[in-house]
């Protein structure tokens, strides 16, 4: 191999060890950071449209907006858990 081609490889599998490093997280809450929008309740077996509820996840913290007919929202702030399978939210008393 020439030094040409040495000095090409070696930068590039430092990159892509880089890259796929990077993008193998532990970090669980990224699985649902973001907003999330509702698309549909159940209520006494009943299955109703919704399209006016976002919920948002970042950092453990979370938001959930509902959106009202005149263009105001109502939020409400908490905390929220990953445990296993189980999502865990703790909200703000007023």
């Not at 430092?14 to 999330?36: E, H, M, Y």
Request: hydrophobic share 45%; with cysteine; net charge positive.
């Amino acid at each position: 191999m020439n030094k040409m081609k040495i000095k090409t490889i070696v930068p590039l599998f430092f990159l892509i060890v880089i890259v796929v490093f990077s993008s193998c997280s532990k970090d669980n809450d990224a699985q649902l950071r973001g907003k999330w929008q509702v698309q549909y309740e159940i209520r006494s077996g009943v299955m109703k449209s919704v399209d006016t509820v976002f919920y948002n996840f970042d950092s453990n913290v979370l938001c959930i907006q509902a959106v009202l007919s005149n263009d105001n929202c109502n939020n409400v702030f908490g905390r929220f858990f990953l445990q296993k399978d189980s999502l865990k939210m703790e909200f703000i008393d007023e």
